[in-house]
């Protein structure tokens, strides 16, 4: 079922009448901030989830805060909108939901000040984000992650994506499914536009939040999930490069990515060179959780209908 509307300029309209000039401030600078979240159809209840969607919600406030854009609508107010949408959509299928917070004055001037800011959502169809989802074949970036004093990644700044895209964009061209990005000192922050673990001796280390990553719901889930369901701790620290190639397993996690194995990194095969036991487990136990089937994380999910 293709998009049919959006939320724009404070109403639900057919998707055709939601659009902005050339001119609008952020179309030309990257002035704005905005989400990602995904909702999972579950096909035995006939029910469509919107996961995390008040964190979501929350993060986008606190991306708000960095660029002096005022939301206008609460979190609460935020999450009624998108099952409001997602209704009147009527998905039987995954989506994925995009809110968007922009500087939508028209005119020329770099700034963040005095500017009107506007809030549009629309949400589309989605599958798949990355083909490989179980043999991912990454390499490390020659382009550094931003950092926190030139465009801060803990938001999730419209123009600051141009650095996720100079890093996908090079790694595809070059024949690998993703890119690894390292801060400028060197220690890996983490993928394209999603968080990155390692697995060593039976535990899980991701990078901290000084690392220039953006603090994914994500990553926070699925650490909840390692140390609840599987009894695996989470080391939270600096990762040098070549802890990259010695680890036993390597995994990528966003809301767009869901759980992708990397099973080579830099042409180097990663523990046994297939996915490896704790990604597998967490990425099963990630996909039942999504979709609702486990009673006791259904408050993690948000029924549309
Ligand atoms: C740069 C970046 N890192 C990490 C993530 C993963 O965050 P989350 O799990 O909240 O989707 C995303 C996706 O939103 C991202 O764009």
């Known amino acids: 079922m293709p998009t049919r509307y959006a939320f724009f300029e404070g109403a639900i309209v057919p998707i055709e009448q939601a ?24 096909e035995e209840e006939q029910q469509l989830f919107v996961f ?4 979501h919600y929350q993060r986008l406030h606190r991306s708000c805060r960095i660029i002096h854009c005022k939301l206008g609508y609460t979190v609460e107010e935020l999450c009624n909108i998108t099952i409001d949408l997602l209704r009147h959509e009527g998905f039987h299928e995954d989506c994925y939901i995009r809110p ?30 990355v083909e490989q989802e179980e043999n991912c074949h990454a390499c490390v970036s020659s382009w550094r992650r931003l950092d926190d004093n030139a465009i801060p990644p ?7 994506y141009v650095n996720s895209a100079l890093c996908k964009t090079d790694a595809a ?38 690392e220039n990553i953006l603090e994914g719901i994500t990553r926070a889930t699925l650490m909840e999930l390692a140390r609840t369901e599987l009894g695996i701790d989470t080391e939270v620290r600096s990762i040098d490069r070549t802890e990259l190639y010695q680890a036993d397993e390597v995994f990528f996690c966003g809301t ?50």
Not at 154 to 160: F, L
Not at 175 to 200: K, M, P
Request: aromatic share 12%; glycine share 12%.
């Open 256 to 305: 767009g990515m869901q759980v992708v194995a990397v099973t080579q990194i830099d042409h180097r095969p990663i523990g046994s060179g297939r996915m490896g036991p704790v990604t597998q487990k967490l990425r099963d136990l990630y996909y039942d959780v999504v979709r609702g089937r486990m009673p006791q994380y259904r408050k993690w999910c948000t029924a549309v209908y």
């Open 173 to 210: 061209l070059s024949g690998f499914d993703e890119a690894i990005v390292l801060t400028e000192d060197g220690h890996v922050s983490e993928g394209s536009a999603e968080n990155l673990f390692l697995v060593r001796q039976g535990h899980l280390v991701t990078s901290g939040v000084n």
């Open 100 to 129: 968007i917070v922009y500087k939508a004055d028209l005119g020329i001037g770099v700034r963040l000040h005095n500017l009107r800011d506007a809030f549009a959502i629309f949400c589309t169809p989605f599958g798949r984000y």
């Open 19 to 42: 659009r902005i000039s050339i001119m609008t401030h952020s179309f030309n600078y990257g002035t704005g901030c905005f989400e990602g979240l995904r909702g999972y159809w579950n």
């Open 154 to 160: 803990r938001g999730k700044i419209i123009g600051a």
């Open 52 to 55: 995390r969607m008040p964190e």
